[in-house]
């Protein structure tokens, strides 16, 4: 199958633009080397390298830039050349948060020449992310894809357990995979597994965290949970951890988000606070215990104690400069 010159692809949630990317790859016969690249910083000499010249060692590339919506439109511009060639495959990320069924797409990004390209070869592919309304499709194709019967009473109670974020509910529909074993029909007492929505007031914690004033409170809770089961708060915490991620990196970029007035200026400060660099740091620290757990490196009770150890430390260092390291 020959591939598009490039694709642009503009949803919220990095878990589905990961598994949109893969399954584009696939549907190309696979066989890509990933190698990804962050809009909001400078681009480095390898990037320009991997967008427009072939590997002397061969192999196809697919170059994912994310965050293109935080690009200045002069760094813009100096894409259009080197779109569409035949070196490695660009995928395009737009992070934007969504209003009201729609994207908020900036003027200087639709109007670019590779844009319009993209839009008259049907090149842009858009999801607003997981919400209450789309997750039983996402459910319903799991179950499709794995030929699992779900009667429709623990059809609608799986539904309302699940998170509306597909990192985290990848996760749980893992879990319930590997209890089912042989068995292709999912029972009520198989949703027992489910971790519930989380309880935890996160945002406060979180704060807290970010001031340097919660490490003992957050270790007193995390040693709770190792005295009965880790399921009810590992998964929960990576849900609203990446969720409050991406509500930060908005704030952080100026995007415009719907909030409270009170609760929006809590944030916006929270996210000044932190800077980019820290916020990228949680994110890393959310999918290096999420991918523990999968690979069975780590058991739940290991990934969370690792991930609260993590946040401490990450939140106790001197808060670095806005561009990474």
Not at 129 to 154: E, F, M, R, Y
Not at 205 to 233: C, K, P
Not at 250 to 276: C, F, N, S, Y
């Amino acid at each position: 199958m020959s591939r598009p010159g490039f694709n642009i692809l503009v949803c919220p949630d990095a878990a589905l633009l990961k598994q949109r990317i893969d399954v584009l790859l696939k549907q190309a016969g696979g066989g890509y080397d990933q190698r990804t690249y962050w809009g909001d910083d400078d681009l480095p000499d390898s990037f320009w390298q991997d967008i427009s010249s072939v590997s002397l060692l061969g192999g196809a590339k697919a170059v994912i830039l994310r965050h293109v919506e935080a690009m200045a439109e002069a760094q813009l511009k100096q894409l259009v050349p080197v779109l569409g060639g035949p070196a490695g495959w660009p995928f395009l990320c737009v992070e934007s948060a969504w209003d009201r069924g729609k994207p908020k797409l900036l003027k200087r990004l639709i109007k670019q020449k590779f844009w319009l390209v993209a839009e008259k070869h049907g090149w842009i592919w858009t999801s607003p992310g997981l919400d209450t309304k789309s997750l039983p499709n996402h459910v319903t194709a799991w179950a499709k894809q794995q030929a699992i019967n779900i009667p429709q009473p623990v059809f609608r109670k799986l539904c309302s357990l699940l998170p509306v974020d597909a990192a985290a509910l990848g996760s749980e529909l893992d879990k319930l995979d590997l209890v089912l074993g042989e068995r292709r029909e999912l029972e009520m007492t198989d949703l027992e597994l489910l971790a519930p929505v989380l309880e935890l007031d996160f945002w406060n914690m979180l704060d807290a965290l970010t001031q340097g004033r919660a490490t003992i409170d957050v270790w007193r809770e995390v040693l709770r949970e190792r005295s009965s089961s880790s399921d009810n708060l590992l998964f929960p915490l990576l849900s609203s951890l990446t969720r409050e991620c991406r509500l930060l990196w908005q704030l952080m970029h100026g995007e415009d988000v719907r909030l409270p007035p009170w609760l929006k200026d809590k944030k916006i400060a929270t996210a000044q606070r932190m800077g980019p660099h820290k916020v990228r740091a949680m994110f890393t620290l959310a999918l290096e215990a999420d991918m523990g757990v999968k690979t069975g490196e780590k058991s739940d009770t290991q990934a969370l104690e690792s991930l609260v150890a993590g946040l401490c430390a990450l939140f106790a260092a001197p808060a670095p400069g806005a561009r990474r390291p």
